[in-house]
């Protein structure tokens, strides 16, 4: 919703769930809707959207993230759904969109490209490998950008920061092809210091937000 309220046209949309499916479906049934991204080729995704290779401006995803969250095994690109964020990155690289756009977890800050556990470091254990060292991942998939012509910026961001009723921290990666520097997000408008932001607004809680949402009841048809 934010980047059509920024004025793209959304020509494309590639989602696996079949409940996030479903709800593309619904509210954007003129928006060419594929499967999993490792079923397609950068033809077959230009054709689907009917655009032709120099005429994509702008490419937005969030590749799977449980292989580099602090949460699960962090395998990176060991891990299946590691590998669809490369695919991604593959896809971006072919397609060649003007700007990109790549959202991921906190822990691709941090993730390496071979994680070791913790019970394996320390005393009586060798010293981390460059592949075991903390960030690996992050930088091997700026280096393919880079190599392929892009500038990039990254950033962690806080969504209450902007607007949003909820906590969430989340890594975004902005990619430029025109030889200019890649930008960051625009400065929050709102602020977790003593809950206020600095032009006086304050963040965005759950209950003020559901204050400002119209309740919808729906009854189910005889």
């Known amino acids: 919703m934010g980047i059509e309220a920024a004025g793209f046209d959304i020509r494309l949309a590639c989602e696996f769930d079949k409940y996030c499916r479903q709800t593309i479906l619904l509210n954007r049934p003129n928006t060419a809707l594929l499967g999993d991204i490792n079923d397609y080729s950068a033809a077959q995704i230009l054709a689907a959207a009917q655009l032709d290779a120099a005429s994509v401006d702008l490419m937005v995803g969030g590749p799977p993230c449980q292989a580099f969250s602090t949460a699960g095994k962090r395998?990176?690109?060991?891990?299946?759904?590691?590998?669809?964020f490369l695919k991604f990155i593959g896809l971006a690289i072919e397609l060649q969109p003007r700007f990109l756009v790549i959202e991921n977890v906190r822990g691709l800050l941090?993730?390496?490209?071979?994680?070791?556990?913790?019970?394996?470091?320390?005393?009586?254990?060798?010293?981390?490998?460059?592949?075991?060292?903390?960030?690996?991942?992050?930088?091997?998939?700026?280096?393919?950008?880079?190599?392929a012509g892009y500038s990039c910026s990254f950033n962690l961001y806080n969504s209450a920061n902007f607007?949003?009723?909820?906590?969430?921290?989340?890594?975004?990666i902005i990619c430029s092809r025109d030889g200019s520097a890649a930008p960051f997000c625009s400065l929050p408008t709102r602020s977790t210091a003593a809950m206020v932001s600095p032009d006086g607004k304050p963040l965005k809680t759950q209950s003020r937000a559901y204050k400002a949402t119209p309740i919808l009841i729906f009854q189910k048809s005889a």
């Not at 071979?114 to 470091?121: E, L, N």
């Not at 690996?136 to 190599?147: S, Y």
């Not at 607007?163 to 975004?172: C, F, K, L, W, Y």
Request: with cysteine; net charge positive; proline share 9%.
């Open 110 to 147: 941090s993730c390496p490209m071979d994680h070791r556990p913790h019970s394996q470091r320390g005393p009586g254990f060798p010293d981390l490998s460059l592949d075991e060292m903390k960030g690996g991942a992050l930088n091997f998939v700026l280096c393919l950008l880079q190599k």
């Open 75 to 84: 395998k990176a690109f060991n891990d299946d759904r590691g590998n669809a």
């Open 163 to 172: 607007g949003t009723p909820q906590t969430r921290e989340r890594v975004i």
